[in-house]
């Protein structure tokens, strides 16, 4: 459950978390470099593969402090560093990359 994972907050001290707005605005879908992102937080979903744009894998949530997240779409583990329309992402044995969001 969303809840749980993105630090145990229930009731109106969820609702009013910075964190889950920073979760909120990750929504949609990011592109940069050889990375395509479909980040569903509603539904804790999100793809990492273009060519199937229709599947999903789940989504966790890991860690957030500040416009930081830790989180992994299916086996995928990622950092993430959230500016605006700009999400940098790392991922193990990889270089960063700066996503743009797609509208």
């Known amino acids: 459950m969303a809840l749980a994972i993105a630090g145990g907050l229930a009731g109106d001290a969820w609702a009013a978390n910075p964190q889950r707005d920073l979760l909120k605005r990750l929504n949609g879908r990011w592109t940069g470099g050889e990375i395509y992102l479909l980040i569903d937080f509603e539904r804790m979903q999100g793809n990492m593969d273009k060519e199937r744009p ?9 860690s957030v402090a500040g416009n930081m997240v830790v989180f992994a779409i299916g086996p995928e583990q990622l950092v993430g560093y959230l500016e605006r329309d700009k999400l940098s992402v790392s991922r193990p044995g990889y270089p960063p990359v700066e996503l743009r969001r797609l509208k």
């Open 54 to 62: 229709f599947s999903r894998a789940p989504l966790q949530i890991r």
